[in-house]
């Protein structure tokens, strides 16, 4: 049979992939299955785009990273704008289905671990709370391993002519992005002397503040949805989110703008 747009995009197999656990099905958790599953395939693209970003900097491709960015930024714009749709959910809707959830939560996504240690955001403890279940686990592990968007933003600094710390090269690369003032005055200096690298910058702080964007809008959901309820995966639920507010993935990027 010839190729047609159901057997090329595994329609069938996709549309089978919804499965509501409540019996009566309760009307809002097709919603919040399908939301879900279309923030993995978002997280899937966009681990898809920091590889290759990752291969536009080591290779000094400045057009490519740039056009790498602007994807990311709007996938990531596109994504915090989604969640509007589950905020049409009650509170009183949710818990009518919530126990349903067991333990599973939001805190278990592998990928959604990948995309914060690609991005150089690494917390190797919350690694643990992702099942072992076909390798899961260990993908978060693995990319927690290996150098992140931000070592290879270094590389490219290096080959465009930026005084990069030796220091940035050799860290351990399983610690989360640290500011680094000489890094910081370097960076100032290119925003002076290379225009075409600022657009570079630019789109990074606009996707590093689409990132907190999205920590945000998804607390204030998780607030208006259970409150201060604990989190189905353990956590103290909002508490525990709002320790990653606000805090930045470039931080080198937003630490110079006061000396402009
Ligand atoms: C009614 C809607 C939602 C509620 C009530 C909710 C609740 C929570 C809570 C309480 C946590 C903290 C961990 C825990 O103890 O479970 C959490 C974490 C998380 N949720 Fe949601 N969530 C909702 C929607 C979403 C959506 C649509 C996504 C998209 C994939 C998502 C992804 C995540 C992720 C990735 C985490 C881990 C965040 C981190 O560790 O910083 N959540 N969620």
């Known amino acids: 049979m010839s190729l047609t747009y159901s057997s090329y995009l595994n329609l069938p197999e996709l549309l089978e992939l919804q499965r509501p656990r409540s019996a009566p099905p309760e009307h809002d958790e097709m919603l919040f299955i399908v939301i879900h599953q279309v923030f993995e395939l978002w997280f899937k693209l966009m681990l898809h785009e920091t590889e290759k970003v990752e291969r536009d900097f080591s290779r000094n491709d400045l057009y490519g990273a740039i056009a790498t960015w602007k994807r990311l930024r709007t996938i990531l714009k596109t994504l915090v704008g989604q969640l509007d749709i589950l905020e049409t959910m009650t509170p009183l809707s949710f818990s009518s289905f919530r126990e349903r959830l067991d333990n599973a939560s939001g805190f278990q996504s592998f990928q959604f671990r990948e995309v914060e240690f690609s991005l150089g955001y690494k917390?190797?403890?919350?690694?643990?709370?992702?099942?072992?279940?076909?390798?899961?686990?260990?993908?978060?592990?693995?990319?927690?391993?290996?150098?992140?968007?931000?070592?290879?933003?270094?590389?490219?600094?290096?080959?465009?002519?930026?005084q990069v710390p030796a220091e940035l090269f050799e860290k351990d690369v399983?610690?989360?992005?640290?500011?680094?003032?000489?890094?910081?005055?370097?960076?100032?200096?290119?925003?002076?002397?290379?225009?075409?690298?600022?657009?570079?910058?630019?789109?990074?702080?606009?996707?590093?503040?689409?990132?907190?964007?999205?920590?945000?809008?998804?607390?204030?959901?998780?607030?208006?949805?259970?409150?201060?309820?604990?989190?189905?995966g353990g956590s103290p639920g909002v508490e525990f989110l709002k320790q990653s507010l606000w805090k930045p993935l470039f931080p080198d990027l937003w630490a110079i703008r006061h000396r402009m």
């Open 174 to 232: 399983t610690l989360a992005t640290q500011p680094n003032e000489a890094l910081q005055d370097e960076l100032l200096r290119v925003y002076h002397e290379q225009p075409e690298l600022v657009i570079l910058f630019e789109l990074m702080t606009d996707f590093d503040e689409g990132f907190q964007e999205w920590r945000y809008r998804h607390i204030k959901l998780v607030e208006r949805t259970i409150g201060s309820k604990r989190g189905t």
């Open 123 to 162: 917390r190797p403890q919350v690694s643990g709370s992702i099942p072992e279940h076909e390798g899961q686990r260990a993908r978060a592990e693995a990319r927690l391993r290996e150098r992140s968007v931000v070592d290879h933003f270094y590389d490219f600094l290096a080959q465009r002519g930026v």
